[in-house]
């Protein structure tokens, strides 16, 4: 058995990809959540497109994105979290490829409403430089539900002081 | 050092099998919950077996899975969203392996009911003639809870028209 | 094109070592969630601390790690279901390993209060004789709402007996 350089190559930088990639996702996670809008604003090209869709919108490059972050969602919502799963990843080539994932999402918004939200993600990613990133990510949020109020306090369980 | 030819596509191939795998779990995701029959199919071998448990029970074959997407699971939720994690997956050779993995979903019943339901996924995966899917599915159902009724309606943050 | 043999195989054994890790944090959810002790504690390095945070503190080896899943963890809590994601792992060498995930935790407590957890774990990952395993886990809990109280039971959807 032999193996082609370039084939095996080939195959360790997709596998490779696929990590890259699924860091961008979880990393849009912790920035939003963990008000780390370095780490946010790390997952997008200069020139990315991000569509919120209604009622937040579009965004164009990093200082619109960065500002739909820190003056919109940031206070639009006390806290979010974020989980982000179903990650499906296909290739144009090595360096261009489309996802679509999936979020939950537990926010509370600025007047205390608990919200729980299903959110899909389509996403155009893109190595530039030897970089993957995100350049083009569209969201679409077909369920919304309310909690009931929970006033954010941990329960204690039984035995525990 | 010097790597033995066969051990090293051994290596990849375990790895290129295991994103393989975690793209069926997402498929059936897809699948079910965006209405994409062809998606949700293309996850299991003809032959395959797919118990749901009760109240639902058990489909084998393509066409008795499919009838069981279409006229019982499609018609009982209005909208479904699943979020599956936690996959383990253990191969028995090069083109079988065993998984596990949890998911949580949100559903609101034709009834308007909305659930938040906790389960997990015990699987078989088969490869055969060089492709990857399910062989079976069990489902087992622990949590079902039912959230309080939202009207599926998305609150809007506070500075957004 | 030619490739270093010894880079190959470290780019094979970080892409292997990324599952392995990944399959830890995945093992975590199974053995908690599952009553699984013999899957929970093959997770941690005999010396692992585990700093859940308050009000249950900090464990420290495999015997006060067991003493807290056994003794504080289970009675807690009648049942319980985490849904890790947004795993992100940082390399510090070929043994050892930094990384960042977020969970959703549905969980029943002793009361039969249903609570709706968001956690954070950060972890630090090494390999010893050979073993991916947990050297130090830390939990941090940003959010805990409590679910209106569902008896557990699981809705039938209309058609189905």
């Known amino acids: 058995m032999t193996l082609d350089p370039s084939d095996l190559h080939a195959r360790l930088d997709r596998m490779e990809s696929?990590?890259?990639i699924a860091?961008?996702?979880?990393?849009?996670?912790?920035?939003v959540d963990k008000y780390d809008a370095e780490t946010?604003?790390?997952?997008?090209?200069?020139?990315?497109?991000f569509n919120m869709g209604p009622p937040i919108g579009a965004s164009s490059g990093?200082?619109?994105?960065?500002?739909t972050l820190e003056n919109v969602i940031w206070p639009g919502w006390r806290e979010t979290h974020h989980w982000t799963v179903n990650l499906v990843v296909r290739f144009d080539g090595p360096d261009r490829a489309h996802g679509v994932c999936d979020t939950s999402c537990v926010g509370i918004?600025?007047?205390?409403?608990?919200?729980?939200?299903?959110?899909?993600y389509t996403d155009t990613f893109e190595r530039r430089d030897?970089?993957?990133?995100?350049?083009?990510?569209?969201?679409a949020l077909p369920f919304a539900g309310v909690l009931p109020d929970t006033s954010n306090l941990m329960a204690t369980p039984a035995g525990v002081d």
């Not at 990093?62 to 500002?67: E, G, L």
């Open 40 to 49: 946010f604003m790390s997952i997008w090209h200069e020139d990315a497109h």
């Open 109 to 120: 918004m600025a007047d205390g409403i608990t919200q729980l939200i299903a959110a899909s």
């Open 62 to 67: 990093h200082q619109d994105i960065r500002q």
């Open 18 to 20: 696929r990590a890259a």
């Open 23 to 31: 860091e961008l996702v979880a990393h849009y996670c912790h920035g």
């Open 130 to 139: 030897g970089e993957w990133r995100i350049a083009k990510r569209s969201v």
